[in-house]
């Protein structure tokens, strides 16, 4: 279980009615995308919560063993090769928390987007193709599907109808395209 000190909160305006939980990348914090939220423009009648959470402080292989934050390890450069099962549905189950704790905050689940970058992405994906309600959508930047082959297990059935937004630069030296196709 997450607590306070674990995510941010950025609230756009009064009674916010929908909510975006952002995941960051490997090695990253809560902070790294707050920056954003002044770029969107946002409208004043439409007051949206931001969540930021922190990944875990753990050990990761591809690094030597460095601890950082990570939603799970990467234990090959191959990054979809020998997953870290555990830790990959470890983070999805906090975000499927952060998920049920804003509904419990009177913003419905259609109205809650996940959202992550790079290894944080790939959770977002990950539990969002699994979430048992209807999401307003799911953004995915600069990253792939874990666990990719137990796909047809985990699905929900709001995985068809849930938008999707996928975008991925072709210069990218640490998650290959091939992989965010």
Do not use: C
């Not at 030597?64 to 234990?75: C, F, K, L, Q, V």
């Not at 809650?112 to 790079?118: E, K, T, V």
């Amino acid at each position: 279980m997450q607590t306070k000190s674990d995510f941010l909160v950025v609230e756009t305006g009064k009674e916010p009615v929908a909510s975006v939980i952002w995941a960051h990348g490997l090695g990253a914090d809560k902070y790294d995308f707050e920056s954003i939220i002044p770029m969107l423009d946002l409208p004043d009648s439409l007051p949206i919560r931001f969540i930021f959470p922190n990944a875990p402080i753990r050990p990761i292989t591809v690094n030597g063993g460095m601890e950082m934050r990570g939603w799970y390890d990467i234990r090959s450069i191959a990054i979809n090769e020998k997953e870290d099962a555990e830790g990959v549905k470890e983070s999805a189950r906090a975000l499927a928390g952060l998920i049920e704790e804003q509904i419990s905050l009177g913003i419905p689940s259609s109205r809650i987007i996940l959202a992550g970058f790079s290894q944080g992405g790939a959770i977002a994906l990950y539990q969002g193709l699994q979430h048992p309600q209807q999401l307003a959508g799911i953004i995915v930047l600069s990253s792939y599907l874990p666990l990719h082959n137990t796909l047809d297990e985990i699905l929900s059935e709001f995985a068809s109808s849930t938008p999707i937004f996928m975008g991925h630069g072709s210069q990218d030296p640490i998650v290959p395209v091939e992989l965010g196709l």
